[in-house]
């Protein structure tokens, strides 16, 4: 692994490369077959629009080997609105070859990823012309993400069909596995073997749905991009009972009512038809079956925990603008199906905090501990004691019934 931290014209660089159109085709392209799905998550204001959370906040939930360069460490809190989370990319091919990608991501870091990889800070100047490099600890680096870019970079990827390494596994569970149960080839980077290359990170950019309570209690979907959101689905658990309401495609606006709570989360087809309607949208936009299938089992448990949010597909170009991608030897077929997450801050989420603040309850408000900011920032604006509080909270439980991992 090489860490670099460029400036102002090497940046300039790459957004042009992007815009110049990545992935970038080749002359030729080759019987190779490459698919993505990832996710982006966020966090709904009062108006619609993302709010900064906790987005590198509790327990990590990835396999100690790894990379994540010391980010969940990092000094000082990184200033985000969207965790992208587990984007997996795979390879199909009839042969072994050779292939090369790289990742840019505007306005963000990212910040964890396997296996080795090339990764690389791009920052703006201060000044036309003037240089700034900044150490490897990150010491200097805009903590907003406002001027930054982070890319990443895997060279001599060797694609090795109707082959079977063994695959590095560590005791305990992760979600991380469930991503392998594909046909997809098998990747070796430099003596590491994967079944797909992983990365992960949290910025700033703006993402294509808004969505906002009304006063009755609905809520209020709004596309702020340019192109059709072919999938929208709004979810809802308070307390093992379960809803979901699949409104379709939108292209403008959308007013969804809340779901009725009628499936038990214990009962064994409770999730079944929306794991269907899910597996469905993700197969429409591409993926394979098998692979639809590891992403929901994947984020089974998160997208489907305790709280109310809006679950969404992604357009596409939405993904190509906001994390461009080139690979190299240009693929004769490419799919890159993401799937968004809008947390929706709920009256219910805001009684349950407060409930559980006020009795001390630990378990409840380590269900919400990555959204307890926003959470609380809603229920009494500017009121730091509550924040604190709930952390101290935290730490207590955490060091004695250990941390939940991160959902």
Not at 6 to 21: E, F, P, T
Not at 165 to 189: K, M
Not at 264 to 286: H, N
């Amino acid at each position: 692994m090489k860490f670099t931290v460029r400036s102002g014209l090497a940046l300039a660089a790459v957004l042009m490369a992007s815009a110049a159109g990545f992935p970038i085709a080749a002359a030729h392209p080759v019987d190779l077959t490459v698919h993505e799905w990832g996710t982006f998550t966020s966090v709904a204001g009062e108006d619609g629009s993302p709010v900064e959370w906790d987005a590198l906040g509790c327990k990590d939930d990835l396999p100690a080997f790894v990379n994540d360069f010391g980010y969940r460490g990092f000094k000082w809190r990184l200033q985000g609105t969207v965790r992208m989370e587990t984007p997996v990319v795979y390879f199909y091919s009839p042969r072994e070859l050779e292939a090369h990608v790289s990742v840019a991501f505007p306005l963000s870091l990212i910040t964890e990823w396997y296996p080795q990889a090339e990764y690389e800070v791009f920052q703006t100047s201060r000044a036309p012309g003037s240089l700034r490099r900044l150490e490897a600890n990150l010491n200097g680096i805009d903590t907003s993400l406002r001027s930054v870019t982070g890319a990443i970079e895997w060279s001599h990827i060797k694609v090795q069909p109707n082959t079977e390494p063994s695959l590095p596994t560590e005791p305990g569970s992760s979600r991380y596995y469930a991503a392998r149960e594909t046909d997809a080839a098998p990747i070796a980077v430099g003596g590491q073997h994967e079944k797909f290359l992983f990365y992960r990170g949290v910025g700033r950019f703006p993402i294509p749905l808004s969505a906002r309570l009304s006063a009755d209690g609905k809520v209020l979907v709004e596309n702020r991009g340019h192109e059709t959101v072919p999938t929208v689905i709004l979810f809802e658990n308070r307390g093992g009972w379960l809803g979901y309401r699949n409104g379709g495609a939108i292209e403008d606006t959308m007013t969804l009512d809340p779901p009725v709570l009628d499936v038990r989360l214990e009962a064994s087809d409770g999730l079944s038809l929306l794991q269907y309607d899910l597996e469905t949208a993700l197969v429409e936009q591409g993926l394979f079956l098998r692979e639809a299938q590891a992403m929901v089992q994947t984020w089974r448990d998160s997208w489907f925990e305790e709280g109310a949010r809006v679950i969404y597909v992604l357009p596409s170009r939405a993904v190509d603008a906001v994390l461009p991608l080139r690979v190299e030897p240009s693929p004769s077929r490419t799919a890159r199906v993401f799937v968004g997450r809008i947390e929706l801050v709920t009256p219910d989420s805001v009684r349950s905090v407060e409930d559980a603040l006020a009795t001390g309850e630990w378990s409840t408000i380590n269900r919400y501990r990555r959204f307890l900011g926003p959470i609380l920032r809603r229920a009494e604006p500017g009121n730091l004691d509550r924040v604190n509080q709930a952390e101290r909270l935290l730490q207590q439980g955490d060091k004695t019934k250990g941390a939940e991992r991160c959902r």
